[in-house]
């Protein structure tokens, strides 16, 4: 009896780490790929962005990799995580989507030592 309640307990602790391994970020990669123009409401300026898989959207002034994340929400329509840069900053970006082709992006931090806030509309353009 002993055994099997030690195999039980091994099973059922092997199945933790699979199931706490559950894709992050998963509202992102239900995003439409390709072309996406971001309009900011602030200054009306627009971006280019080819999404790949939707985090793109993620460190917008911080566009190098390696770059340490923390996900802070992740729903199914709202995203907020938190990133470090070192050596050139650090941000939260906040993506809420209201469909596969259009999101709303606040992102707020610090860029190579100067603040930065970006409130603004990333629409689906087409192929990029």
């Known amino acids: 009896m002993a055994k099997s309640a ?3 307990s091994a099973v059922l602790l092997a199945a933790v780490p699979a ?4 894709p ?3 509202m992102l990669g239900s ?3 390709g072309g996406w123009s971001l309009r900011v409401r602030d200054d009306g300026s627009t971006q280019q962005i080819c999404l790949r ?10 566009r190098q990799p390696g770059c340490n994340r923390f996900v802070v929400e992740d729903g199914a ?5 938190q990133y470090t840069c070192r050596g050139s900053g650090y941000g939260r970006t906040t ?7 259009l999101v709303q992006i606040q992102t707020t931090g610090i ?7 970006l409130n603004g509309e990333a629409r689906f353009q087409g192929r990029c």
């Open 6 to 8: 030690g195999m039980l």
């Open 19 to 22: 199931a706490a391994q559950a």
């Open 24 to 26: 992050e970020l998963a």
């Open 31 to 33: 995003l439409e790929k």
């Open 53 to 62: 898989n939707g985090q793109e959207l993620i460190q917008l002034q911080h």
């Open 77 to 81: 329509d709202h995203v907020v995580v």
């Open 95 to 101: 993506i809420r989507r209201e469909s596969p082709r």
């Open 111 to 117: 860029a190579n030592g100067t603040p930065f806030s």
